[in-house]
């Protein structure tokens, strides 16, 4: 979509809502989006945040994260798991399903597995390689074989993966034609009513939906590309809904406007410096060290998150994980990056101000960074910065998502290498809320470092993940976390920047049932729908 003028674009966005019918009293909210995501179906929506969360109004979970991110049975009554840990079975809730009036089986449940193993290359590809087997023994069982026992399986897995209307799906058999389906019949608490791409997307409460009635009869989604647009619209009362992060700038202004709740809760997602350690030079641990010690996250957490957010651990796991590893600090300088650098024979031999590997290759970067993202923006000009005064070269390069998403983690998945140096990149909370996280994001096999993107390798790493997985006993986790933790924070194949506090704005006068997601915010199901009982 080209980009157009704020006046424009607030021009379209007025009209197309006044087009709509909004109030308290239609029951219908405005809730803006960043980017347009597709057909909103599992396999053309294009963001982990705020995409799948929206996607996942349409299409339901066997399980569901709750407000504190635990796993809670959504389509599944009962689940039985085998002494083992390999065996799962689970039993379908009565009277299940889909929008156009077809019942939802164990048989959709099947086919969903399947067919992200068989077909379509997807964030839940990945997930698919631990599975031995699904069966459907009857309309309501389902039986998942894992290859090896997963004590992540609940929220990982089964409370991550949409499940499709077989009947519908079983005609699309090719990853192209996936991509480009429009089909939106899914099994939520919303029905995908219109879309009109790059502007807006229309979805009405399901009154058929089995966990109960859906809060709200109309949602109406527009989409703003623009922060600057999307506060300005949310504070003049043309939405009624941002799913953007207030800026820490705009913190105090909402909070005194007249109309307008401002929710606060600690922030799990994560911004992070990502190195690709396959790079020829940043394979060495040194220089991502030097890298980090150039870095001053405290200054980055006041100047451009206002103190809105906090310092990142080198283990990658926030503070107030229960699974955290207390008493790991990384102290970086100049002085310390210069020292690094000398030692290792980083030095400026040509006196072009850059310095050379002793392969007399120049430390020459470029620094990926997502446009529409002002924060991580400013972050990775602070970055380049930062390395020039040590002799470090780095261009910034801003992109879209898809942009960065294909050479940072091509088609979602890491076994398909990657093209780039450094990216200025985030996980969303959920990653953070499992200590399985550590051997998604750190192990080396890539059918099990499901989001290693950038091909960090380290056996020491993988016999601890590989005991971690398949441990139950909350202590050892522990533990073991703690030892992977500490891997990581020396060898630094990404250095955390900090963890933004998630702060959101919503019109409390249209609707004030917003459901508040620790680490997430407010854009979940639970918003719209109370839990199943």
Known sequence: ????????????????????????????????????????????????????????????????????NEPIPWLVR????????????????LNLRWHDGRPLTSADVKFTFEYAARVAHSRWTPTTRNL???????????????????AGFRLRTLADVPILPAHIWESVTTVAAARAFRNTVGSGPYRVEEVQDGQFYRLAANPQYFAGPVKVRELVLPIIRDATVSFTALQAGQIDANSRVLTPELV?????TQ?????????????ILQFNVEHPLLKDARLRRAIASTINTNLMVRLLMLGYATVGSPGYLHPASPFYAAGLKFEGTKARA??????????????????????????????????????????????????????????????????????????????RGRRFDMAVFGWSAPVMSRPTALVDLFHSDCRIGAINIGGYKNPALDRLGEQLVTTVDPTRQKQIAAQMQKIVAQDLPIHVLFYPETIMAFRSSTYDRWAFQKGQGYVTKLSFVDPPK
Do not use: H
């Open 338 to 415: 210069v020292a690094i650098l000398n030692e290792a024979g980083y030095t400026d031999r040509n006196g072009d101000g850059i310095r050379e590997a002793p392969d007399g290759a120049p430390l020459q970067f470029t620094l990926l960074t997502l446009a529409g993202n002002p924060v991580r923006i400013r972050g990775a000009e602070l970055i380049r910065t930062w390395l020039k005064d040590v002799g470090i070269a780095v261009n910034v390069r801003v992109a879209e998502d898809a942009a960065i998403i294909d050479q940072v983690w091509p088609e979602f998945d890491v076994c």
């Open 259 to 271: 109309g307008i709740t401002v929710m606060r809760g600690p922030g799990f997602a994560s911004t």
């Open 78 to 93: 009962t689940t039985r798991v085998s002494t083992d840990g390999r065996t799962w079975t689970l039993t379908l809730r």
């Open 252 to 256: 105090a202004q909402f909070e005194k």
């Open 1 to 68: 979509m080209r980009k157009l003028s704020v006046s424009l674009v607030l021009g379209v966005l007025i009209l197309m809502l006044l087009l709509a019918p909004v109030g308290a009293q239609s029951g219908a909210v405005r809730l803006a989006l960043t980017r347009d995501e597709g057909w909103l179906n599992p396999y053309t929506y294009q963001t982990g945040y705020p995409g799948w969360n929206i996607m996942t109004l349409v299409y339901d979970t066997l399980y569901y994260p709750d407000l504190n």
């Open 132 to 150: 031995e087997s699904v069966e459907a023994p009857d309309p309501q069982t389902v039986v998942f074989r894992l290859k090896q026992a997963d």
